[in-house]
């Protein structure tokens, strides 16, 4: 059974930090890009950043780049999001999903596992 759960959410002050974690099981973790997404209350889900299975390759989102790193451990089919400086439009349900293609994309179409959200709030 395939399984991405998600955890690390929480409440910060804006300006504070978090690392999200997405504990995967139930498929070959290396051959998956693994991307994670946000969606606020009343708007769509947007992607943040995803890492390719292969060389850990990158790719941020225009607004958040400079402030959210995302790494991988393929030895514990774990992948990370940590978020510095957030800012209360940061404030979402996050979730971890994983994509088949070796690519970097942030379509959440084209991914075809995801977790259950875990929910970060940012207070100003």
């Known amino acids: 059974e395939v399984q991405l759960v998600e955890s690390g959410g929480g409440l910060v002050q804006a300006g504070g930090s978090l690392r999200l974690s997405c504990a995967a099981s139930?498929?070959?973790?290396?051959?998956?890009?693994i991307g994670w997404f946000r969606q606020a209350p009343g708007k769509e889900r947007e992607g943040v950043s995803c890492?390719?299975?292969?060389?850990?390759?990158?790719y941020y989102a225009d607004s958040v780049k400079g402030r959210f790193t995302i790494s991988r451990d393929n030895a514990k089919n774990t992948v990370y999001l940590r978020m510095n400086s957030l800012k209360p439009e940061d404030t979402a349900v996050y979730y971890c999903?994983?994509?088949?293609?070796?690519?970097?994309?942030?379509?959440?179409?084209?991914?075809?596992?995801w977790g259950q959200g875990t929910q970060v709030t940012v207070s100003s």
């Open positions: 999903a994983a994509d088949p293609a070796m690519g970097l994309r942030l379509s959440v179409t084209e991914y075809d596992y």
């Open positions: 139930g498929f070959t973790f290396d051959d998956y890009t």
């Open positions: 890492i390719s299975g292969g060389d850990s390759s990158t």
